[in-house]
Nanobody, 121 residues
Framework: VQLVESGGGLVQAGGSLRLSCVASGLMFSTYTLGWFRQAPGKEREFVAGITWSGRNIEYADSVKGRFTISRDNAKNTVYLQMNSLKAEDTSVYYC???????????????WGQGTQVTVSS
């Protein structure tokens, strides 16, 4: 299984970025997908998760109303649209995958290598 993130970069506060994660080596349409982030000196934290059908989605309180997770099963890709970015969103962002039916916020089996997002204030 391989998960490859892209789309990170440097953006000013208030700006937007869209992260992508392409998966291979798994039956993508049956997997739950998630985004996590880890800032220097901090533990990795859940950002957003989406079930295989896209019907169930969860967000961390810190990103609700600003971030949107979506998936395209035909392209084996999960996205994270990030708007109204803040300096505190600066982190390495990771995508992750797991088989259902465990909760969206934990228990992921496969992880990408991460992509850096830096928000300048």
């Amino acid at each position: 299984v391989q998960l490859v993130e892209s789309g990170g970069g440097l953006v000013q506060a208030g700006g937007s970025l869209r992260l992508s994660c392409v998966a291979s080596g798994l039956m993508f349409s049956t997997y739950t997908l998630g985004w996590f982030r880890q800032a220097p000196g901090k533990e990795r934290e859940f950002v957003a998760g989406i079930t295989w059908s896209g019907r169930n989605i969860e967000y961390a309180d810190s990103v609700k109303g600003r971030f949107t997770i979506s998936r395209d099963n035909a392209k084996n890709t999960v996205y994270l649209q990030m708007n109204s970015l803040k300096a505190e969103d600066t982190s390495v962002y990771y995508c992750a995958a797991k088989k259902p039916p465990v909760p969206l916020g934990s228990g992921y089996d496969y992880w990408g290598q991460g992509t850096q997002v830096t928000v300048s204030s």
